[in-house]
């Protein structure tokens, strides 16, 4: 598979104002290890949308360079689908457990900041864990408008991007000229 086909866009997040049964809504599929991209492939293959946010990764050898794109949240892929299809989904390989999100708003804006983030192409570091700070809003460049939580890492200004959901994030690099306290 492509890592392009992997890369989504935000053009498919609907903010749904009811949550029914019947309408489509946002899901955490937990996976097996080191097979998130095994597991988005079996959901295009049924028709089923995912979110795979995917970071650069550059491992460097004496003769050559190598690209990965790995997941910006290993052992998660976020869901957009139906209820019904939740025994489609567990009939995969992949899947350990499917978790509906309850704030399915915060979990849309705090998707699409962290989406925003990797269409800019900024470096990304993914971060295991939430550590207070200020919070916030980055007001020029190409993620004009994304909220989070800065930290200082090595001297250097880093803004956290996180899904509260999972209680994981990414760290991306900014100039401290480019953001605003909230």
Known sequence: MKEDQLKTKTEFFLH????EEDLPQWMLACVKPR???K???YCSER????????YKSIKKYPRKKLIFYKPCFPGY???YTKEKNR???YQSFYLLKLI???NQKLFINQLESILLAIESGVELIPAKEFKPGTIVQI???PMQGIVGVIQKIKGTCMVYLSIDFISRGVLVEVDIDNIESL
């Open 16 to 19: 749904p104002e009811e949550e």
């Open 35 to 37: 097979s998130e991209k």
């Open 39 to 41: 597991f988005a492939q």
């Open 47 to 54: 028709n089923i949308q995912y979110c795979l946010p995917l």
């Open 77 to 79: 892929v976020f869901l």
């Open 87 to 89: 025994i489609n989904l």
């Open 100 to 102: 509906k999100i309850k």
């Open 139 to 141: 007001c020029r460049g």
